[in-house]
């Protein structure tokens, strides 16, 4: 718990906070300038500081090093006091505890860095234990090439001990080398430090470079999660050191902790560069939810298309041909990498239409393994009466003919040369001849319960949406009860659904599971603090639908936190109220 430490923006588990001195700070940030060390008690006893608001102080602590013995940390461990003042309690990843302070330095830091799966289990274990709306400091590692990754794990303090210590040595730091300085010719940067012949430029310029070059890189940081687009920037600055490479990859194997603190909507696009996205938390979700929480509740074909680059997918002229062809006739399912699979009614789901990827008209082995691997679970879940496979020869046909061996299916294909072509075309409404076409009422009834049941978990559409009429136009439905009475709107932007406080009291009397946020007794407007929170649902996530009640209110919102971020804070919005009604 912590007064002076406040997270405003989140990218996963990186964060843009504000340290609330008497000068704030933003972070991820360097706090060299306003950081006080009481001192080790290893070396002398230490009188407690008397600390201000204007300095992060660290208390008096008893620093271990990594693989130090479990009996050593229990006999030696300190009890830090509660001060008024911003503190920060010395631990060890190998044993971290909440001491209530603002700011936790980790102590075993040097022998992590340098080990991927290492750093990652250091970071994870600390930030696990400690509460969710304090600093992480690492002191002694930060360099311009790795501090991306390690504000894209969890942490967010830093100093300029080892960018100095290695200009001193001569080692001129940037985001993706660090130079011996007499192997450089010229200076390639243009910081004050720089400014200058390379014949002047002395160590004590290049430790004030490497400084410089750390702070711009925190700047771009700090820009890169307000914006939400941290992982895309991270997955090209790993590759420059092979260790941070692997921290990444190790980071996408923690699923808990950064499934956890990953929202499930953003308007940031994503940008799939790499092999790496789709190992992304909103990638592996969407395929898990398609593949365990969504269920075909057409009894039509199934007819698999490729994606397009238009987004949503029936907006794009390919779509429109499809359609023209299929005539509601069959259910439309998109492949894609790196999505995976997007059923038609998942087709503004977040991210289905919010990514982006390198187009060059082949698949790698990578993205041939991921999207045959969904497909397969799809289709082990949902039955058809036939599949049709629209579907060029580049990767799509491998990919599909993958899964028709392992399931042991009989798929049509319909494509001559290419899918747009007369031929093809042709081929695809021929197939589909004698079959009855769905009503407009069974596509969008099918629509607001598919993504229920993606929203919220499996069978929540029918739990929820039994007996429901429908009004105003695709994508932006919304969901009647039998009396009229308004109980949720489809919101196009994300494909998600936004309740009333009907819907929400719908909600909750149904089997679907619920999203609660418990509050204290008070009305809310506009917005509920967390310090306000009396208990939240742990499922919940940033972007979540959630249910707000308290002895003096009702009411229906989004998640600005996750759920055991909203318990634990003391500081932030928890969610964004839509509408309350006093009770």
């Known amino acids: 718990m912590t007064d002076y430490f406040e997270v405003h923006e989140r990218d996963g588990a990186a964060r843009v906070g504000e340290l609330r001195l008497s000068s704030p700070i933003s972070t991820p940030a360097l706090v060299d300038d306003v950081l006080e060390d009481a001192g080790s008690l290893w070396s002398a006893d230490r009188e407690l500081p008397d600390g201000d608001d204007s300095r992060l102080t660290v208390l008096p602590h008893r620093a271990f090093p990594g693989g130090t013995a479990d009996e050593v940390r229990e006999s030696f461990g300190v009890d830090y006091p509660d001060v008024d003042y911003p503190s920060v309690a010395v631990v060890s990843s190998e044993s971290p505890e909440d001491h209530g302070t603002d700011a936790y330095a980790v102590s075993n830091v040097q022998s992590v860095t340098g080990h991927g799966a290492a750093l990652v289990e250091a970071v994870v274990d600390a930030r696990e234990a400690i509460p969710a709306d304090t600093a992480l400091l690492f002191s002694g590692v930060a360099t311009p090439r790795n501090v991306a990754v390690l504000a894209y794990a969890g942490v967010d303090l830093f100093d300029e001990t080892a960018a100095v210590v290695k200009g001193t040595e001569g080692r001129y730091l940037t985001t993706d080398e660090a130079y011996f300085l007499e192997d450089l010719e010229e200076l390639p940067c243009s910081c004050p430090a720089c400014q200058k012949p390379r014949e002047e430029f002395t160590r004590e310029d290049c430790a004030e470079h490497n400084v410089n070059a750390l702070e711009s890189e925190l700047a771009i940081v700090r820009r890169r999660i307000r914006d939400g687009r941290l992982r895309d920037y991270v997955e090209g600055q790993a590759r420059h050191d092979q260790w941070l490479t692997a921290a990444v990859r190790e980071l996408d194997s923690q699923w808990g902790y950064l499934e956890e603190r990953t929202p499930i909507l953003r308007d940031a696009q994503i940008s ?62 998109s492949m894609t990498s790196p999505i995976g699979v997007v059923p038609q009614e998942l087709e503004t ?14 698949w790698s082995e990578d993205e041939k393994q991921f999207v045959s691997e969904v497909l397969q679970r799809y289709l082990e879940r949902n039955e058809y009466p036939e599949i049709i496979a629209h579907v060029p020869d580049e990767g799509y046909r491998d990919i599909v003919e993958r899964v028709e061996e392992r399931l042991d299916l009989d798929i049509t294909y319909t494509v001559a040369e290419h899918p747009t072509d007369d031929e093809s075309i042709a081929n695809l409404s021929s197939a589909l001849s004698g079959e009855l076409k769905y009503s407009k009422r069974e596509r969008e009834h099918n629509t607001v319960r598919a993504i229920a049941d993606y929203l919220l978990g499996d069978g929540a559409g029918d739990d929820l949406f039994e007996d429901i009429q429908t009004t105003s136009r695709y994508p932006k439905i919304q969901v009647r009860d039998p009396e009229d009475t308004q109980l949720a709107t489809m919101v196009p932007q994300y494909g998600t659904l936004s309740f009333t406080l009907a819907g929400a009291r719908q909600w909750l009397e149904s089997d679907a599971p619920t999203k609660r946020v418990e509050i204290d007794g008070f009305v809310p407007h506009g917005s509920v603090l967390a310090p306000g929170v009396v208990d939240a649902d742990e499922d919940i996530r940033v972007g979540d639908e959630v249910v707000v009640e308290g002895p003096q209110a009702f009411a229906v919102g989004r998640a600005e936190m996750f759920g055991r971020e909203m318990a634990e804070s003391t500081r932030g919005v928890a969610c964004e109220i839509r509408h309350v009604e006093e009770k």
């Open 272 to 333: 799939a560069a790499t092999s790496d996205t789709l190992r992304r938390v909103e990638i592996q979700r969407f395929a898990d939810r398609v593949t365990t929480r969504y269920r075909n509740r057409f009894s039509n074909p199934l007819v698999l298309v490729p994606c397009s680059a238009a987004k949503p997918y029936s907006e794009s002229q390919s779509h429109r041909q499809f359609h023209d062809a299929i005539q509601w006739r069959a259910h439309l399912v």
């Open 349 to 362: 789901t977040y991210p289905a239409q919010h990514y982006d990827t390198v187009v060059t008209g082949r």
